[in-house]
């Protein structure tokens, strides 16, 4: 089966870090662009940042820019992204999808969506 699974969500105080992950199964990560997107309660979905499948190049929304960092190793066929100085303003469920690059967000994500990881910035 083709899917896209996130992990690494949780609760964290402001200023914490925490690492997700998106591991792919039925298919190589590698031929993919991945961006990573959040979704807050009453709010749109969007994209905060996307990995290159040919150069590496990576993407960041001015919201992350700074303090998000995402990488990618092939081996193991996962996606991650690094948050740092986390601000209650980030609560979100978390998604990783194929299919992301240079242009705009809202041309992010194609065919493939993981289910969502919960993020919870709170004192």
Do not use: H
Request: hydrophobic residues 30%.
């Amino acid at each position: 089966q083709v899917q896209l699974v996130e992990s690494g969500g949780g609760l964290v105080q402001p200023g914490g870090s925490l690492r997700l992950s998106c591991a792919a199964s039925g298919f190589s990560l590698d031929d993919y662009a991945i961006g990573w997107f959040r979704q807050a309660p009453g709010k749109e979905r969007e994209g905060v940042s996307c990995i290159s499948a040919t150069d590496g190049s990576t993407y960041y929304t001015d919201p992350v820019k700074g303090r998000f960092t995402i990488s990618r190793d092939n081996a193991k066929n996962t996606v991650y992204l690094q948050m740092n100085r986390l601000k209650p303003e980030d609560t979100a469920v978390y998604y990783c999808a194929t299919g992301c690059g240079a242009g705009g967000t809202d041309g992010w994500g194609d065919d493939y969506w993981g289910q969502g990881t919960q993020v919870t910035v709170s004192s």
